[in-house]
Antibody, heavy 119, light 110 residues
Framework: EVQLVQSGAEVKKPGESLKISCKGS????????IGWVRQMPGKGLEWMGI????????RYSPSFQGQVTISADKSISTAYLQWSSLKASDTAMYYC????????????WGQGTLVTVSS | QSALTQPASVSGSPGQSITISCTGT?????????VSWYQQHPGKAPKLMIY???NRPSGVSNRFSGSKSGNTASLTISGLQAEDEADYYC??????????FGGGTKLTVL
């Protein structure tokens, strides 16, 4: 069974750093792309970027380029989304999502990680 | 402001059919047959309902169907059931090699 299991909810202060994770299982982790999707409170889905764990090829949506870093450790089948300096506007639910290739649909989603940034 | 335009809300009575539209441009919806639809219940992760315009993943009810004409894709749900009440999002591959989502549509089953 394909599963994407994300790390737990986080509460941080503005200016702090954060790295959340997404562990894949039940499939060949290095053969699929893993993307990240933001959902701000009460709002819609936003595509952030994607990584191919097989060779770490990473693509960012223009809106998120320079704002976050996407990485992966294929030895432990885990993808990451990180911030160096959080802002209150980063408060959102973040989902990881699997895609077969760059044109394909998202076929599996993680359960989501809620990030709250507040002073 | 989302790149793909969806109605904010639609509603229907049990047993009826409803259609949700997703309008883009020739650089996304109109240019590729890579439109997908996702269902999201409150507090839950999205779930894939339709991919590549009109294909249903295994396990998705055949009450859900998708189509496309020009720059507009559509999701139709027939035989509405109470459990269909949720938010629905479309997505499309784009000419910039990225993915775009619609703003989402809230379906209310009356």
């Amino acid at each position: 069974e394909v599963q994407l299991v994300q790390s737990g909810a986080e509460v941080k202060k503005p200016g702090e750093s954060l790295k959340i994770s997404c562990k894949g299982s039940g499939y060949s982790f290095t053969s699929y792309w893993i993307g990240w999707v933001r959902q701000m409170p009460g709002k819609g889905l936003e595509w952030m970027g994607i990584i191919y764990p097989g060779d770490s090829d990473t693509r960012y949506s223009p809106s998120f380029q320079g704002q976050v870093t996407i990485s992966a450790d294929k030895s432990i089948s885990t993808a990451y989304l990180q911030w160096s300096s959080l802002k209150a506007s980063d408060t959102a639910m973040y989902y990881c999502a699997r895609r077969v290739n760059l044109v394909a649909t998202i076929d599996y989603w993680g359960q989501g990680t809620l990030v709250t940034v507040s002073s | 402001q989302s790149a793909l335009t969806q109605p904010a809300s639609v509603s229907g009575s049990p047993g009826q059919s409803i259609t949700i539209s997703c309008t883009g441009t020739s650089s996304d919806v109109g240019g590729y047959n890579y439109v997908s639809w996702y269902q999201q219940h409150p507090g839950k992760a999205p779930k894939l309902m339709i991919y590549e315009v009109s294909n249903r993943p295994s396990g998705v009810s055949n009450r859900f169907s998708g189509s496309k004409s020009g720059n507009t894709a559509s999701l139709t749900i027939s035989g509405l059931q109470a459990e269909d009440e949720a938010d629905y999002y479309c997505s499309s591959y784009t000419s910039s090699s990225t993915l775009e989502f619609g703003g989402g549509t809230k379906l209310t089953v009356l």
